[in-house]
């Protein structure tokens, strides 16, 4: 059953180190992704699953004391998804290497010392199809009898000339549907999220989303938005369902 879940944006820019300059710029991002991670600590789950948009190599689940690193962002920073288990060592199949969203999510939890329960992680591709990712979602939530879901993702990448992805018309609408989603707990919203619309608008927490809908089904979850802003032209949205 799910009891509560974390939203959070995945830029590695939010490790200072990365950011460098630019690093105060995020710090109010920083601190209502540390507010939403304490919601999680406070559920008191028996297993943390975070969710996050991973390219072909990144898909998949990633145990319990899997390593990420930040080296290809020009730092040498190295994260681990959770503390390793009884025996001290990561659990089985930690030998790959954490996606950028999940190193983003590791880093977070490290940050705030998470030891509260076992982790585990899976990246999702952004062609998963709606139906798929609800599907896995009520999985996820069938997995224990407490669960908690860290979601990380970015809304859309065309909020401005200077965004990756130029300025898009629809991208700011996108955008506040998903915050007003998201702060509402509105599963049926978050189902009904258009992939192509969220594809051209370069909106990486389509799929993670979706993953939390399936999850968060029937169970009767209340939200608050805890951060919206677009820097860089890209959306960023921090929200906690509970």
Do not use: N
Request: with cysteine.
């Amino acid at each position: 059953m799910m009891l509560a879940a974390a939203v959070c944006p995945c830029p590695p820019l939010l490790v200072p180190e990365v950011a460098a300059g630019a690093a105060p710029e995020l710090d109010a991002a920083r601190t209502a992704c540390a507010d939403a991670l304490g919601v999680l600590a406070a559920s008191r789950p028996d297993l943390l699953v975070v969710v996050g948009p991973a390219e072909q190599s990144g898909r998949g689940v990633h145990p319990r004391g899997t390593l990420g690193s930040f080296a290809g962002f020009g730092v040498d920073v190295d994260v681990r998804l959770g503390a390793p288990g009884a025996t001290g060592a990561p659990d089985a199949g930690a030998e790959r290497v954490l996606p950028p969203s999940l190193a983003v999510a590791a880093w977070l939890l490290e940050r705030i010392g998470w030891a509260d329960a076992p982790v585990e992680g899976l990246g999702v591709g952004e062609p998963l199809a709606p139906e798929r990712c609800i599907q896995v979602g009520r999985e996820i939530a069938a997995r224990a009898e407490r669960v908690a879901l860290l979601v990380m993702g970015d809304a859309s990448a065309c909020r401005t000339l200077k965004a990756p992805g130029y300025l898009d018309e629809r991208a700011a609408p996108f955008d506040a549907e998903v915050a007003r989603a998201l702060g509402a707990a509105d599963v049926t919203a978050l189902k009904e999220l258009d992939p192509e619309l969220a594809y051209a608008l370069k909106a990486s927490g389509r799929a993670p989303w979706q993953v939390l809908a399936g999850a968060a089904e029937g169970a009767g979850l209340s939200g608050a938005l805890l951060y919206e802003d677009a820097p860089y032209g890209v959306g960023y949205l921090v929200a906690t369902w509970s």
